[in-house]
Every structure is written in structure tokens, then in C-alpha cells.
């Protein structure tokens, strides 16, 4: 079932406003959206809408949610959403009062990210440069490798990356994040090095394209998606295929487990944590932190198996 379009009408005003005013990421909108119109569909099927449901209609679209299994973190999630919902309609005067005020919600889980450690972050770049057909794949295989780790970048980050942001063999690089943020990150020389072979195979593959009528990508790694560039699932599909190639478990190694490896290590090697904020291109510094606390149980495991007089539990 779909919300009226009354329903939709302050969905779509919300997540406009939103936008202009804090520069909200993509796909965040698109995560709004659908948890504002899962609210609207339940209230529909009640014969309520945004305007008259009241504090106790929140609570039991709650409790709904918790009866169909959804996480913490999806539960707190759409309170979220409804609380900044109703918050704009209190402020835009659609509504009189705010019937999500300081309601409880779930909590997320606060588990730690999972992460590789040096030497599966290795055998993962070392498979990079083996999986391809073509002498060009294993090279845009082995850049992408470790642009990704170098650089600590979210996979959308990755893929969309411009050509011209790593023209002329740059120490730093300018990567546009979430709400069109931008963030300069350093890039190691393997990842230079990678860069420059990825590069002059591309540019080769241009030059004859140019001969055959065809305009150059502008994006680093060129790809069929809508967009023009590899897509965020390609990429995943052949991640997993690489940690086959470098014997490690799959189910272990996404793009984003290589952005926690990235900020685990350096934080082990001894950098700020603030100076991690700004690589990953985190607001809150809070959301750093959590990288501590995953150090803190490395470090714990490494006394427990090393320690001479540490015992078995």
C-alpha cells in the first residue's frame, strides 16, 4: 500500500527541507523515505495519518516493528525519522504538538566493526593483482585494492571518483563524501604506484576509443551502471572473489571491513583519533571512537595467547 498524497506531500516537503539545510547524504534521504512511508502505510491501514496520530499510535507502530523482527538499529532508525518528521511539522505549524517527544527508543547495538588485520589486508591486494581477463582488469583490480585501503574510502566514494582527482601523480587527494562533504585524504606510494599503471593502461584504452568515435569516461573506473562508473555491487561481487583468491572467507571482506582495517591500523600504528575523524570524513567524533575500543580487544587477545603467565578461561 502506498501513503495518500497528503502522506507524501510532507514525506517529500521533509526530506527536501532536510536537504537543503544539513546537505543529507543520498541514500539516508532514501532510508527516511521508506521508514516515513512504512509509518504512513501503518497508520493508513488504521484509519490515521500524520496529522491526527498521537503519541500512542508512535508507541504501537513501535512495538510493530519489534514484533517483526526488525534490529535496534532499524528500529531507532525510524523513530528517528518520525521524531525529525513530526519535529518539522511542529516548526512549519501543520501540527500543534510534537507526539514523538522524548520517546524511548530502542538503542542501537553497539557491536564492534569488523576488520582484517595487516597481513590478510596483504594477501588481499597481492590476490587483487591476479583477478582479471585482461592485463587491464588486474591493474584496475590492484588500484582499486589499494585506493580503498590507502585511503580509508567508502565504496560509493570509490567508484564515483573523478580521473582528474588522481591526474599528476598527487600526494593528496580530494574525495567528495556524504552531503557532497569533501575531505582531502594522503595516498601511500603503493597506492600511487597502483594509480599510475591503472592510468597509463586507461589512457591507452582511451587514446584507441577516441580513434573509434568514443568519449573518454570521466570517472576513474569506468563501468555499465546508469551513472558511467563501476557500481557500488560490482565492486562487492569481485571483492568477494578476491578474498576466495587470497583464502580468506568471504562472509569476512566488504569494502566497508577495508575502511575499518584502514582506521584500526592507523590507530594502532599511533595517529590521532581526531586525525582519523577527518580521513573518514566523520561529523561526530563519537563515531571514531568505536575504532578504540576494537584496538583495546586486539590488545587484549594478544596478552591472553602471548602473555607467558596468562591462563586459559
Request: with cysteine; hydrophobic share 40%.
Given at each position: 500500500m502506498m501513503p495518500d498524497p497528503e502522506a507524501s506531500r510532507w514525506i517529500s516537503t521533509f526530506l527536501d527541507a532536510r536537504t537543503a539545510e544539513m546537505g543529507a547524504a543520498r541514500n539516508t534521504q532514501l532510508a527516511y523515505g521508506r521508514d516515513l512511508s512504512d509509518f504512513a502505510d501503518w497508520l493508513t491501514r488504521r484509519g490515521k495519518d500524520f496529522a491526527d496520530a498521537g503519541r500512542d499510535a508512535v508507541e504501537d507502530y513501535l512495538v510493530h516493528c519489534d514484533a517483526?523482527?526488525?534490529?535496534?538499529?532499524?528500529?531507532?532508525?525510524?523513530?528517528?525519522?518520525?521524531?525529525?518528521?513530526?519535529?518539522?511539522?511542529?516548526?512549519?505549524?501543520?501540527?500543534?504538538?510534537?507526539?514523538?517527544?522524548?520517546?524511548?527508543?530502542?538503542?542501537?547495538?553497539?557491536?564492534?566493526?569488523k576488520t582484517l588485520d595487516?597481513?590478510?589486508?596483504?594477501?588481499?591486494i597481492d590476490a587483487a593483482r591476479t583477478k582479471g581477463r585482461?592485463?587491464?582488469?588486474?591493474?584496475?583490480?590492484?588500484?582499486?585494492?589499494?585506493?580503498?585501503?590507502a585511503a580509508g574510502l567508502r565504496v560509493s566514494e570509490l567508484v564515483s571518483l573523478p580521473v582528474v582527482a588522481v591526474r599528476g601523480d598527487p600526494r593528496m587527494i580530494l574525495v567528495r563524501g556524504k552531503g557532497d562533504k569533501e575531505r582531502m585524504v594522503p595516498l601511500s606510494a603503493p597506492a600511487r604506484?597502483?594509480?599510475?599503471?591503472?592510468?597509463?593502461?586507461?589512457?591507452?584504452?582511451?587514446?584507441?576509443?577516441r580513434k573509434a568515435g568514443k568519449t573518454p569516461s570521466r570517472f576513474l573506473f569506468p563501468g555499465d551502471g546508469r551513472e558511467g562508473h563501476m557500481t557500488r555491487q560490482h565492486f562487492h561481487l569481485m571483492l568477494k572473489d578476491i578474498a576466495v583468491l587470497a583464502g580468506l572467507s568471504p562472509a569476512r571482506v566488504t569494502p566497508h571491513v577495508l575502511r575499518h582495517a584502514f582506521a584500526t591500523h592507523l590507530l594502532a600504528g599511533g595517529a590521532d583519533l581526531r586525525v582519523i575523524q577527518t580521513l573518514l570524513g566523520h561529523a561526530d567524533?563519537?563515531?571514531?571512537?568505536?575504532?578504540?575500543h576494537v584496538l583495546d580487544d586486539h590488545l587484549s587477545k594478544l596478552v591472553l595467547t602471548h602473555h607467558p603467565l596468562a591462563r586459559k578461561a
Amino acid at each position: 500500500m502506498m501513503p495518500d498524497p497528503e502522506a507524501s506531500r510532507w514525506i517529500s516537503t521533509f526530506l527536501d527541507a532536510r536537504t537543503a539545510e544539513m546537505g543529507a547524504a543520498r541514500n539516508t534521504q532514501l532510508a527516511y523515505g521508506r521508514d516515513l512511508s512504512d509509518f504512513a502505510d501503518w497508520l493508513t491501514r488504521r484509519g490515521k495519518d500524520f496529522a491526527d496520530a498521537g503519541r500512542d499510535a508512535v508507541e504501537d507502530y513501535l512495538v510493530h516493528c519489534d514484533a517483526q523482527g526488525l534490529s535496534k538499529a532499524t528500529r531507532a532508525r525510524r523513530l528517528s525519522a518520525i521524531r525529525q518528521l513530526y519535529r518539522f511539522a511542529f516548526e512549519e505549524g501543520w501540527r500543534a504538538d510534537n507526539p514523538a517527544l522524548r520517546l524511548a527508543g530502542p538503542g542501537k547495538s553497539h557491536s564492534l566493526p569488523k576488520t582484517l588485520d595487516r597481513d590478510e589486508v596483504v594477501r588481499l591486494i597481492d590476490a587483487a593483482r591476479t583477478k582479471g581477463r585482461t592485463p587491464a582488469d588486474r591493474l584496475r583490480n590492484a588500484a582499486l585494492l589499494e585506493l580503498l585501503y590507502a585511503a580509508g574510502l567508502r565504496v560509493s566514494e570509490l567508484v564515483s571518483l573523478p580521473v582528474v582527482a588522481v591526474r599528476g601523480d598527487p600526494r593528496m587527494i580530494l574525495v567528495r563524501g556524504k552531503g557532497d562533504k569533501e575531505r582531502m585524504v594522503p595516498l601511500s606510494a603503493p597506492a600511487r604506484a597502483a594509480l599510475s599503471d591503472w592510468l597509463s593502461s586507461r589512457d591507452a584504452a582511451d587514446e584507441a576509443g577516441r580513434k573509434a568515435g568514443k568519449t573518454p569516461s570521466r570517472f576513474l573506473f569506468p563501468g555499465d551502471g546508469r551513472e558511467g562508473h563501476m557500481t557500488r555491487q560490482h565492486f562487492h561481487l569481485m571483492l568477494k572473489d578476491i578474498a576466495v583468491l587470497a583464502g580468506l572467507s568471504p562472509a569476512r571482506v566488504t569494502p566497508h571491513v577495508l575502511r575499518h582495517a584502514f582506521a584500526t591500523h592507523l590507530l594502532a600504528g599511533g595517529a590521532d583519533l581526531r586525525v582519523i575523524q577527518t580521513l573518514l570524513g566523520h561529523a561526530d567524533l563519537a563515531t571514531t571512537e568505536i575504532y578504540t575500543h576494537v584496538l583495546d580487544d586486539h590488545l587484549s587477545k594478544l596478552v591472553l595467547t602471548h602473555h607467558p603467565l596468562a591462563r586459559k578461561a
